[in-house]
């Protein structure tokens, strides 16, 4: 059942987008062995041969493939949807392949916006998902520049969860990112949890307490054994207290509040059965 809803929901998430305006190329030809294990597509009262079956179906275009070399470029809404029967390797191992590749990507384009509609090639790759930024600068490519992206951001490859004000990122490396605005947008009495290593669970408010709930929030964290843990937190105002447990007993821990960033970290070493964190804000 949950197989059948993720199919429905994912397949129609993909329709809406390309009836909005989306442009959506699907490249492949079936042959993957992978097609034929026993999963959603291929089992049920309505089987197809492959997932993309599927979402033709849903999107409404014919499952008849289009000859081999030409693209099936139909409108969809607003949008397009543009099919090329074959197997993706065809594209990456020839200039010419990658060309073409490129060509039904700009028709595509031009088949919703217009004979106008061009692009500006790029020597980077930046993907922005919810609060999540990850980027990638080529080498090899138009240009030998680095790029700038501006923050505040959180880096995820840093070991302490660094805060940046900008990232620079040189041909042939990579970032991968929180982008603090969201947080900060987030923000109210209680601090807003940005990044941890480690898995952290928020616990409920303790009732038999008289402590208030928007000032006093408790966490479990657990990790692997040994390794460093480091949360990162935005708030509004520093914590007034910080202190981290292990069956009732202080374990050993730092925090440190970054002004500037309004964001503060909590840092310890992971025990085997885990901890409890809490944090308490100071008062309005």
Same mark, same amino acid.
């Not at 020839?94 to 790029?122: F, P």
């Given at each position: @059942? ?8 994912? +397949? ?16 492949? #030809?079936?042959? #993957?062995?992978? &097609? =034929? ?8 009262? %309505? ?20 000859? /081999?070399?030409e693209a099936l470029i139909t409108h969809v809404g ?7 029967? !074959? ?6 191992? +020839?200039?010419?392949?990658?060309? $073409? ?11 919703? &916006? ?5 692009? #500006?090639?790029? %020597? ?5 998902? =919810? ?8 080498? !090899? ?8 992206? /501006?923050?505040?951001?959180? #880096? ?30 987030? @923000?109210? !009495? ?7 290593? =480690?898995?952290?669970? /928020? ?8 402590? !208030?709930?928007?000032?006093?929030? $408790?966490?479990?964290? $657990? ?29 050993? %821990? /730092?925090?440190e509040w970054d002004a500037a960033s309004s964001t503060?970290?909590?840092s310890f070493m992971h025990p085997a059965s885990g ?5 308490? @804000?100071?008062?309005?």
């Amino acid at each position: @059942m949950e197989q059948k809803q993720y199919r429905k929901k994912e +397949s129609c998430a993909l329709t809406q987008w390309v009836q909005a305006g989306g442009v959506l190329l699907y490249v492949g #030809d079936g042959s #993957d062995a992978y &097609h =034929g294990v026993r999963e959603w597509w291929s089992e049920g009262q %309505h089987s197809y041969a492959n997932p993309a079956h599927h979402l033709l179906e849903t999107i409404g275009v014919p499952l008849e493939a289009p000859p /081999e070399g030409e693209a099936l470029i139909t409108h969809v809404g607003k949008g397009a949807f543009a099919y090329l029967h !074959e197997h993706p390797a065809a594209f990456s191992s +020839s200039e010419a392949g990658a060309d $073409r590749l490129r060509e039904t990507v700009l028709a595509a384009l031009q088949s919703v &916006h217009g004979a106008d509609a061009r692009w #500006d090639r790029s %020597h980077a790759l930046i993907a922005c998902r =919810g609060p999540y930024v990850a980027a990638a600068v080529l080498d !090899e490519s138009v240009s030998a520049e680095p790029v700038r992206l /501006e923050g505040p951001f959180v #880096d995820l490859f840093d070991g302490r969860l660094a805060v940046r004000a900008h990232v620079v990122i040189q041909p042939g490396d990579q970032a991968l990112l929180v982008d603090l605005n969201h947080a900060y947008a987030a @923000m109210s !009495e209680r601090p807003v949890l940005v990044a941890a290593a =480690g898995r952290v669970t /928020e616990l409920p408010a303790d009732s038999s307490t008289n402590e !208030e709930p928007l000032r006093t929030c $408790r966490y479990t964290v $657990r990790g692997p054994e040994g390794v460093r843990a480091v949360l990162r937190f935005a708030a509004t105002v520093a914590p007034e207290r910080v202190t981290v447990e292990r069956n009732g007993q202080q374990h050993p %821990h /730092e925090w440190e509040w970054d002004a500037a960033s309004s964001t503060f970290t909590v840092s310890f070493m992971h025990p085997a059965s885990g901890v409890r964190l809490t944090v308490e @804000m100071a008062g309005a």
